[in-house]
């Protein structure tokens, strides 16, 4: 009857999932609630469910099928992938895609193969230098190059990057969690969430990679390979910038003489990867677009929307260009002074102190995407918070804004779902401060292989 029983739950997820990966769009928000509603209430209770070894090679047999099957259908949850061909093909001509904007190529009628009208009115932001880093960029490249003449072909390719990444995810996470003598279901957190296998795999979002080198850094830490975690290190921040703020949380578990030898081989890798990508005009078009980042995008924010309020109260007009970098300043400070007062900071306490600065980023963010919470979902897998998985439920219900005529932010479902993510944060703190008062008889976690846990 058990055997029975997570057969029907897997028929349920990958059903639910299957469909709204190949039928699913960005406006038929109706038509994916219920089948997104069906996938994660079943991912819930597999959380609960799991109690054997057997079981949990099962659903991450699961989670790994269901990924392979997110590479044969067009992303249909995200657009960025048009500016991924786009840079893609300009670097196959010669063309370093930082050097101009998209809309000077169509206005200057400048004759290159795979750039066209169709394709450029297929991009987001034309009016933006691209902003993605060196192995993003390589991800690109290489899949155009593969396929030239077929942005299908080349978005099989860039998927297939992701689901190596992601099948490396699970396994490391594996190995981690028998490193620190945690439950090994608590990998099932990240790898069979419905989100993380819609938004990574299925939507081309690279930060199936930035999870990847950033997980191989710490697991690197653990076996004291300081060099080796500093230059997969250095890979997590050129797959996606955001890595840049752990890097305070290393001074005090390392120590200032190897946090210098750290730093110095992150800046040398980064410096090099990037070189090919920046000249004097494309270095000052990229910090153009990082800082037209903070200052003009805004999206299922939390507390820049409350600061918006104020000032349109206050001004009449939108203070955004002001109040993203004053956000930013206090994301930046708030994860400095928590670095400088950190008690015992140690390689086992590591993310749990990185949770805390994505998660201080992404509140004071003031762009808020489903994909970005693929970094507070994976190191919750090494914690006892459990927040990130409400997250992931909730965030979903953003999508709701592109089933209007014209798109619109609902903010009802932004204030839903942020205060009851913050109750969840709140409930997740209480627990851990009454744990860390109670007398620890396994300061290391749980026996190794363990399979149970009560928090999940």
Known sequence: MERTWHFLLAATISSSIILLSYTGAQSAFWQMFPLYTAAFSTYVLVLKKVDTQQRLHFWLTIGVLLRFCQLFYFPNLSDD?????????????GI????????????????????????????????????YPPIAQLNFVTACWLFPNSIMASVFIMKLFLFIFEYGNIFI?????????????????YALNPLIILEITGNLHFEGAMIFFLLLAILALTEEKWIVSAIF?????????????????LIKRLGWRKSILYFSVVAVVVISLFIPLFNKIALQNFTTSLDLYFRKFEFNASIYYIFRFVGFTLK???MISSIGPILAICTLSSILLFSYFEKKPNINSLPIAMLFAISIYLLFATTVHPWYLAMPLVLCTFTSFRFPVV?????????INYSYPTYKENLWIVGIEYIIVILFLLYDLFLFMKSERLPQNHPKGNPPNQVIENNS
């Open 81 to 93: 992938v048009y500016r991924f061909i786009w840079d893609g093909r300009l670097w196959l001509n």
């Open 96 to 131: 370093n895609p930082l050097e101009q904007l998209p809309s000077y190529y169509i206005e200057q009628n400048v004759d290159i193969q795979g750039i066209n009208l169709e394709l450029y009115q297929q991009l987001n932001s034309p009016n933006y230098y691209t902003i």
């Open 173 to 189: 996470i594996l190995k981690l969690l028998k490193t620190w003598n945690l439950p090994s279901k608590n990998a099932l957190i």
């Open 233 to 249: 290190m250095a890979l997590s921040i050129c797959s996606k910038l955001l890595p840049i703020m752990f890097l305070p949380l």
């Open 316 to 318: 009449g007009y939108n």
């Open 391 to 399: 997250w992931s439920g909730l965030i979903f219900l953003t999508y």
